[in-house]
């Protein structure tokens, strides 16, 4: 497993705290550790999201394989009473959606990954709304920050946390254990358009890339073939964020 970095108390109690719980609430199928470099090693983490609980075990498999998960989070999880500061003592890193602040997560995402820490990004931005849950159109955050800092991004697809707790839902399904499947890939390849202005179109040509390596790594996991075209929020009439089943006229977009 290595050795970790200097990860601090608040993170060492976290993982003391969560990783008996999560050992006794699943069964894990973790793969691809050995594309998980080694700490002091800067690296950008780019997985789907389908569950408020996949961050847990997304960062379990990290703990896992030596290295402690920095994540962006929304900035609401910061305010939360008791576990917002043991979360900011932790160094995660808040984002401040839609608002002037917005950029901040991104300097401070920069910043981690060039004193060698691992960032862990969802591209998607939220929970997945496809109907399936799979990857949707990903935002460009994780390619602007590995074009920016030379980092490699190792793609991650997981699946089973949306059998522990739903999207949307606050019901947790604890008994039976529910299997989680974690897969990491090889990093994605970048090279062509690293050295050069990051434009738009880069950064677009970068966020496709990763989000087809996930993509593929949870066909794999799933045994299933993806939709040809990726969902996207907006061709479907919803707002960025949120419930999809609670949108207005969600009901008429479906």
């Known amino acids: 497993m290595g050795r970790r970095s200097d990860v601090g108390v608040a993170f060492r ?11 006794a609430v699943t069964r894990r199928n973790w793969r691809g550790g050995e594309h998980i470099p080694p700490p002091g090693t800067g690296v950008v983490i780019a997985g789907n999201h389908i569950s408020h ?11 896992d394989n030596g290295r402690a998960t920095r994540y962006l989070a929304k900035e609401s999880v910061f305010r939360i009473p008791i576990a917002g500061r043991i979360i900011s003592a932790a160094r995660q ?6 608002s002037s602040d917005a950029s901040q997560a991104y300097r401070a995402a920069v910043a981690a990954v060039r004193s060698g820490e691992l960032v862990a990004i969802y591209p998607e931005g ?5 109907p399936g849950l799979w990857p ?16 490699d991004v190792v793609p991650v697809a997981q699946w089973g946390a949306n059998h522990v707790l739903a999207p949307y839902s606050k019901r947790l399904r ?15 390849d970048l090279d062509d358009l690293r050295g050069r202005p990051v434009t738009s179109e880069s950064l677009r040509v970068a966020t496709d890339r990763i989000m087809s390596a996930i ?3 949870l066909a794999e996991i799933r045994g299933e073939v993806p939709p040809e075209v990726r969902f996207d929020h907006r061709a479907a009439g919803l707002p960025p ?14």
């Not at 939220?126 to 496809?130: A, L, P, V």
């Not at 390619?143 to 980092?151: D, F, H, K, M, Q």
């Open 126 to 130: 939220t929970i997945s709304r496809d």
């Open 174 to 188: 604890l008994l039976p254990p529910k299997t989680v499947h974690v897969i990491a890939g090889p990093p994605v």
């Open 93 to 98: 890193i808040p984002v401040y959606r839609e």
């Open 136 to 151: 949707m159109v990903g935002k460009t955050g994780a390619a602007r920050v590995a074009l920016e800092t030379g980092c």
């Open 215 to 217: 993509t593929q790594q």
């Open 13 to 23: 109690f976290i993982a003391f705290v969560l990783r008996p719980f999560l050992m």
């Open 53 to 63: 609980f996949d961050p847990l075990t997304f960062a379990h498999f990290m703990w």
């Open 241 to 254: 964020t949120g419930d999809p089943a609670t949108a207005p006229d969600a009901e008429d977009e479906r």
